[in-house]
């Protein structure tokens, strides 16, 4: 396996809306990263993932594009965004940027021009059908609730929607339009960013005939992600996209893949195929869900964590790679969701970071979670801004009359605004995040949890970060040692080994608020150096039996 920039980085997504406001209007805004670029590079990442600052109407958030080549006005102009990158490049830090081609904004020129007429010279950037039967094209359900496709009366046709009704999907099938992508990619490539998040690209190849999918019980629409999820040609057009758009360049890749699983993770990330170097893959963040999806809480268990990330370091261990993540601007807050977020918040979100920089793949932070960052919960749903969200509440609770407490719950469990609460800088009005009124409301408790008391603070979630990316980059072993699971059957512990050229670490993880013991194998020495852990732990412990205090971690190098 080749060694590679981007397997040895460390990746922070900023979600741009929610970072930091620079001219008190309430948004978010390129100015604002700028002057927080200081506190990144404290932190010790080393690349920056930006979610969209293309222009846009914002139906959802800015993951509706009407031009791929302007900045929102909201974020700034083109010459902050420069401004930006040559300040990041100056910091010795890289970019990636949003690529998000499955779908534009219904406001984007080639959709306007396509909804013109059936022979208007865009209509094939879209996907256009005749209904059937006095309805639908077909039966599939859009990921934000209700049909995926939309009647439009002046040409007397629906039109595909995965999404929002705002954001009707681009027709991969035609070469124009692929052409049109390529040249986007090279615009933003020549300017000299450092690679491409590719949002839900294995969406972009559909199944010829857009087939009805098998209804669920009482449903009217139905998933239809077997029809459009790593689809017939998906592979023909991520490498066609290398060939015509990243080949030239050196960069890393990242897709956002739900739906994929391992044999298919390997194709697409295999270093001889050349699609994407990495993939994002929802196994681990859909283990809370029942079997009506999302919003259909259960509890998470702890073995089907363990043997969920086992099961994808072991099958991507010789080809392709493992992007880490717990959470991110589509996911719930990663020490609420996946721990205990009350009085074990502090150990428990160093605990899930150990967890997530001790493992083989690139790991990924988003925005907040270096400081332990929660979930939230406004009284009302007037409080809360994200279309999927909204769309959710108002087909369960408006149209279908659902209990609104049980929906509320779901919302504060799984909402996407959970991780979009403003960043919560210092303990002033609004978090520091901004002078004027917050397009979203901050989470009330950033009086304790903001960056300047973490920064203070010598102990802090933040400077154990800072502790784990940099041992990150002084001990090869944590990036390219292979991993062999300890105590398989355990219900609390997830302990692993890491082994790289002569050297073993071993990592040990109580997910619990109980003092398991962890017991080490009998072919391991019973001494090692504490590289790092989340309580004090006395020098030269016998490591053949540990009692761990709850939600400890602890990272030893063998001798």
């Not at 200081?38 to 993951?63: H, M, T």
């Not at 259909?296 to 073995?303: F, I, T």
């Amino acid at each position: 396996m080749s060694k590679q920039w981007w397997k040895e980085a460390v990746i922070y997504q900023i979600y741009p809306r929610s970072f930091k406001d620079s001219n008190g209007d309430g948004v978010g805004d390129i100015n604002g990263i700028i002057s927080k670029l200081d506190y990144l590079k404290e932190l010790g990442i080393d690349v920056i993932w930006l979610s969209p600052v293309y222009q846009s109407p914002n139906d959802d958030n800015g993951y509706d594009i009407s031009d791929y080549r302007g900045i929102m006005d909201e974020f700034g102009t083109m010459a902050d965004w420069e401004r930006l990158l040559a300040e990041m490049h100056k910091r010795g830090l890289k970019l990636i940027m949003d690529l998000v081609v499955n779908h534009s904004s219904d406001e984007h020129a080639w959709f306007v021009e396509s909804r013109k007429s059936k022979d208007n010279p865009y209509r094939d950037y879209y996907i256009w059908r005749d209904g059937k039967e006095g309805g639908e094209p077909n039966n599939w359900e859009s990921c934000f609730s209700g049909s995926a496709w939309k009647y439009d009366e002046s040409t007397d046709q629906y039109f595909l929607h995965l999404f929002s009704q705002k954001q009707p999907d681009l027709n991969w099938e035609n070469p124009k339009l692929r052409e049109e992508v390529y040249d986007m990619m090279k615009f933003w490539l020549d300017k000299g960013i450092d690679g491409f998040r590719m949002d839900v690209i294995n969406f972009i190849s559909k199944v010829d005939g857009l087939p009805d999918a098998e209804l669920p019980d009482g449903r009217k629409f139905a998933p239809g992600g077997d029809y459009y999820m790593n689809g017939p040609k998906i592979h023909d057009y991520l490498q066609e996209m290398n060939e015509k758009a990243l080949s030239g360049y050196d960069v890393m890749t990242v897709g956002e893949m739900p739906g994929v699983n391992v044999e298919e993770a390997k194709l697409y990330t295999a270093e001889d195929r050349s699609e994407v170097n990495m993939v994002f893959q929802f196994e681990h963040v859909d283990l809370d869900s029942g079997p009506g999806g999302k919003w259909d809480l259960r509890p998470m268990k702890m073995s089907a964590l363990r043997d969920s990330f086992t099961k994808w370091q072991k099958g991507l261990e010789h080809e392709g790679w493992n992007s880490l993540y717990l959470n991110n601007h589509d996911q719930p807050r990663m020490v609420s969701r996946f721990r205990n977020d009350k009085e074990y918040r502090v150990e428990s979100a160093k605990m899930l970071a150990t967890f997530l920089h001790t493992l083989k793949g690139t790991p990924y932070i988003y925005q907040g979670e270096e400081l332990g960052m929660t979930n939230v919960r406004f009284d009302s749903i007037e409080d809360y801004q994200d279309i999927e969200t909204l769309n959710m509440y108002r087909e369960k609770v408006i149209e279908n009359g659902e209990d609104q407490d049980l929906v509320m719950n779901s919302i504060y469990v799984k909402g996407r605004d959970n991780a979009r609460t403003p960043m919560q800088w210092d303990d002033s009005e609004h978090g520091g995040f901004t002078t004027g009124d917050p397009w979203l409301k901050v989470n009330p408790n950033y009086t304790e949890i903001n960056a300047e008391k973490a920064m203070e603070d010598p102990d802090s979630v933040f400077h154990y970060y800072r502790r784990l990316i940099s041992l990150r980059k002084e001990y090869p072993i944590m990036v390219y040692g292979s991993y062999e699971l300890l105590m398989p059957d355990h219900d609390r512990i997830y302990a692993y080994t890491r082994k790289y050229e002569g050297q073993t670490m071993i990592v040990m993880l109580n997910f619990s608020s109980e003092n398991p013991v962890f017991k080490l194998p009998s072919e391991y020495e019973s001494a090692g150096d504490l590289l790092i852990g989340n309580y004090g732990v006395e020098a030269g412990t016998d490591l053949r039996e540990v009692e761990l205090r709850p939600y400890e971690a602890r990272v030893y190098l063998m001798k």
